[in-house]
């Protein structure tokens, strides 16, 4: 290799500190923007596909039929739907309970003084086979399970169990 002047072995040194920086500066800043993305799809995950489910339960006494959603203390039901799952009909809605446990998730079904609105008003002579209900929190979150009837209604709790109304 033929010798280097002055000038050219300045440019070398310069060119290979350049070299030097850019290199680890561009894998640290892949390595930065790799971690910030897994965690952004991590907690993206975590928060749209909670690890457990939301808990919606439904008590049938006679004609009387409640659902109770659980839900965070600081939320507040804003609306109940129930659909016929079968035909995928809404067969009655409630908006805006009036008592704080209608509020707090306990929710009797086709009970229009329980609610500011309510429609139909009255509850079906006969409930469908299996009913869709959806308990709404708000704008972002809300519950919903499919109960069949048959089941719900032959439902036996174990010996001790007490609900709470």
């Not at 016929?84 to 707090?104: K, M």
């Amino acid at each position: 290799m033929p010798a280097l002047e002055a000038t050219e072995l300045r440019q070398h040194v310069a060119r290979r500190r350049e070299h030097t920086v850019v290199v680890p500066a561009l894998a640290v800043s892949s390595v930065v923007a790799l971690t910030a993305l897994g965690f952004w799809a991590f907690f993206v995950r975590t928060l749209s596909d909670p690890g457990s489910p939301g808990l919606v339960g439904m008590r049938i006494d006679g004609d009387t039929v409640t659902v109770k959603s659980a839900q965070c203390p600081q939320d507040r039901v804003r609306r109940v739907e129930v659909r016929d799952s079968g035909a995928e009909r809404l067969v009655w809605r409630g908006d805006q309970p009036l008592t704080e446990e209608g509020r707090r998730g306990l929710l009797p079904l086709w009970d229009g003084t329980a609610y500011r609105a309510s429609s139909p008003a009255g509850q079906p002579s006969e409930l469908p086979a299996t009913l869709d209900v959806t308990v709404d929190h708000g704008p972002e979150y809300g519950v919903s399970e499919v109960f069949d009837i048959a089941e719900v209604r032959g439902a036996v709790l174990p010996p001790g169990v007490v609900l709470d109304p």
